[in-house]
Each structure stands twice: as C-alpha cells, then as structure tokens.
C-alpha cells in the first residue's frame, strides 16, 4: 500500500501562492495516476487536480489558471503549485489516487488557510 505525507500548507494572504508536496514511498509511483483533494470546512472532499502516469493534466474549473500539478517519478513525489489563492481554497489538501474513496487510506494532510 501507498503511503502518503503531504506537506507544504500554511496561512498565507489572498493573492498569495504556496507549493504543496506529496511524497509517496512504495514502488510503481510512476505509473500511477495522481490526484490532489481538498476538504474544506463543512464539506465534503474534492479532487481539484489530477496527473496521468503521461504527465497529463486536468483541473476542477474553480483552480483552472490557477493551480499546476506535477510530479518527479524519480523522487516519487507529487507537487501542487497554487497561485493567486483565494479564501475559498482553505482547507485540508490530501493526494491520492484519483479514485481513492472514503475507505481507502490517506494520508494526514496538509492545512492550507487563505486570509482574505
């Protein structure tokens, strides 16, 4: 099983950007889709991102323009970079497999909090 330590997060201000990391320890990674979720306060988990094992790439509309998903097969790491944040992104940031559901295993999280 994938292990997940998503790292990265903070408070930062309306506008701002921050750079989240995913590390993924377990064999395969590179042909493994990825994802990024997030959980805001109240609702329920969202996938926002997603990569292919080919590097492609696919956004929910709110982070178009926005945010960039990458991934280092070699480091066995995803990446969210996250530009012109906007209160309405606070929350929890989790990576996974894009259809990872309720009962599979994620990671702890990382908390990312917009200031307006």
């Known amino acids: 099983q994938m292990q997940l330590v998503e790292s990265g997060g903070g408070l930062v201000q309306a506008g701002g950007s921050l750079r989240l990391s995913c590390a993924a320890s377990?064999?395969?990674?590179?042909?493994?889709?990825m994802a990024w979720f997030r959980q805001a306060p109240g609702k329920q988990r969202e996938l926002v991102a997603q990569?292919?094992?080919?590097?492609?790439?696919d956004y929910v509309d709110s982070v178009k323009g926005r945010f960039s998903i990458s991934r280092d097969n070699v480091k066995n790491k995803l990446y969210l970079q996250m530009n012109s944040l906007k209160p309405e992104d606070t929350g929890v940031y989790y990576c996974?497999?894009?259809?990872?559901?309720?009962?599979?295993?994620w990671g702890q999280g990382t908390q990312v909090t917009v200031s307006s």
């Open positions: 990569i292919s094992s080919g590097a492609l790439t």
């Open positions: 377990g064999s395969l990674f590179e042909i493994k889709d």
């Open positions: 996974n497999r894009p259809r990872a559901g309720i009962g599979s295993y």
